[in-house]
């Protein structure tokens, strides 16, 4: 397949993310940012500096740059930004829901950060996201397992503290060498007698017994677990109970956890049966996007468009929100492949021209701009998804349309106000009613819908 069309299909497919860090997935322009704002030397002065920063010997020096970098994140308002930056690129590549893992006590006990106040920053940041771009946020405030067993028990209740502020789960990091699960069991059963699933990372540094460990608490899914593929019985078992694992392809080649894309398991994990999501962990960190995951799904491991449907069906279908919620997110991702085949079992689509309904995979960027500037809206021709268009409007929202109506995708920027919509502003090109299709068909926020019918 070639790239372009590989591009579109991927950002085309609606996409959870289960396993993804609030701090590591802060941007180097704002790591540099906060760490200015609050007087921290990283040892770098620009982007490049950070970037050469972000290359690993080996796991530990991984978990030591962690510390480094999120010693920069010192006011609540800290978190609030970079949850509502982590939420609006999550739109940018499509993604509709996120499970967003964070470390309340590398902040609480590191620089006597309120949890609290944090949280309640944490669920503005999402808060804004939803109301501006429709992504879902919930989070997993992991346990950090160099902190020992009185900080994990501190953490299960600031779990349970959180829950009126999206928090779903309690989870498990840092370094698993010599520190199992179980070494924290009376947090873990604690926080479980309370209804709070335990989602550990495992069998991500440690080979099939610190899976093993984890697993005698019954946890729904568990972050990386790629080393299970050693075991072929443990394998057996997470088939057997439905276990899901969140892979992280590209961390693990970064990190050194596995040696090499030829030896990473995912192909046979997902071949034996294994209830598989993807995931990017901490994505400018190992220089990668959930997009690029996806990708390397199917460039490393040969992964086809069905394969990347039902992996990002099983995201939605192991997301932990309650169980109304999930079906919806179920039903609209149902709804979305839907569009996607319907476009490539057109007949046009192996065709030399394609029918008007497929025009190409290019896209449209329609320019949407609130409606307190003005009610017109401007739409161009734009090369490649994500190229920077210039409008002569103020505050331009950009929304990236596929021309053809089975796949369009949303690609916004900020949409703080109401939008309109002309559709009437392409005629030419055929594809405004494709658009106003789009708006219609719900991928943006029914407020959006309704102008866009008037
Ligand atoms: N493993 C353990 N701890 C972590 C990770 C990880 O992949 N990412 C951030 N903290
Ligand atoms: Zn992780």
């Given at each position: 397949m070639p790239s372009s069309r590989l591009n579109s299909l991927i950002l085309a497919l609606p996409k959870a993310e289960l396993h993804v860090h609030l701090e590591g997935s802060m941007q180097p322009k704002t790591l540099l940012l906060l760490a200015e704002r609050n007087g921290i030397d990283l040892g770098c002065a620009d982007e490049e500096g950070v970037r050469a920063m972000?290359?690993?010997?080996?796991f530990p020096h991984f978990l030591a740059l962690y510390g480094t970098l999120t010693s920069v994140l010192r006011r609540p308002e800290d978190f609030q930004l970079i949850t509502h930056e982590l939420g609006m690129e999550a739109a940018r590549q499509g993604t509709r829901y996120l499970e967003v893992t964070f470390s309340p006590a590398t902040h609480y006990r590191n620089k006597s950060i309120a949890v609290d106040e944090m949280m309640d920053a944490i669920a503005e940041g999402a808060q804004a996201v939803l109301q501006e771009v429709g992504v879902e946020m919930r989070f997993i405030p992991d346990h950090?397992?160099?902190?020992?067993?009185e900080f994990c028990q501190l953490t299960a209740e600031w779990c349970v503290q959180g829950r009126d502020r999206g928090v779903v789960a309690l989870g498990l990091g840092g370094g698993e060498q010599g520190r199992p699960a179980s070494l924290f069991a009376d947090a873990i059963h604690w926080v479980q007698a309370q209804g709070m699933p335990f989602v550990p990372h495992a069998g991500e540094a440690v080979g099939p017994e610190g899976v093993w460990d984890a697993l005698q608490f019954n946890p729904p899914r568990i972050g990386h677990g790629v080393r299970a593929a050693e075991d072929p019985e443990l394998v057996d078992y997470l088939c057997e109970k439905r276990i899901v694992l969140e892979v992280c392809p590209t961390s693990n080649i970064r990190t050194g956890c596995v040696a090499s894309w030829n030896e990473h398991p995912l192909r046979r994990l997902w071949d034996a049966g294994v209830l598989l999501t993807i995931n990017s962990d901490d994505p400018p960190m190992f220089n990668t996007t959930l997009l690029d995951e996806y990708r390397v799904a199917v460039t490393?491991?040969?992964?086809t468009a069905d394969d990347l449907a039902r992996l990002s069906m099983n995201a939605a279908r192991a997301s932990l929100l309650p169980a109304e919620k999930r079906e919806q997110l179920v039903e609209t991702f149902k709804r979305g492949y839907k569009r996607r085949s319907a476009r490539m079992d057109c007949p046009c689509q192996r065709a030399s021209s394609p029918c008007r309904d497929h025009q190409s995979d290019k896209s449209i960027l329609l320019h949407l701009t609130p409606i307190a500037l003005s009610t017109s809206c401007n739409i161009g021709v734009g090369s490649e998804i994500g190229t920077p268009f210039s409008s002569p409007y103020l505050a331009p929202i950009p929304l990236i349309v596929l021309i053809g109506r089975g796949e369009p995708t949303p690609y916004f920027q900020s949409c703080k106000n109401t939008l309109s919509f002309s559709s009437t502003c392409v005629p030419s090109m055929g594809c405004s009613s494709i658009a106003g299709e789009y708006l219609l068909a719900g991928a943006v926020r029914p407020s959006a819908s309704a102008i866009a019918r008037t």
């Open positions: 972000y290359r690993y010997r080996d950090v397992r160099e902190y020992g067993q490393q491991f040969g992964f």
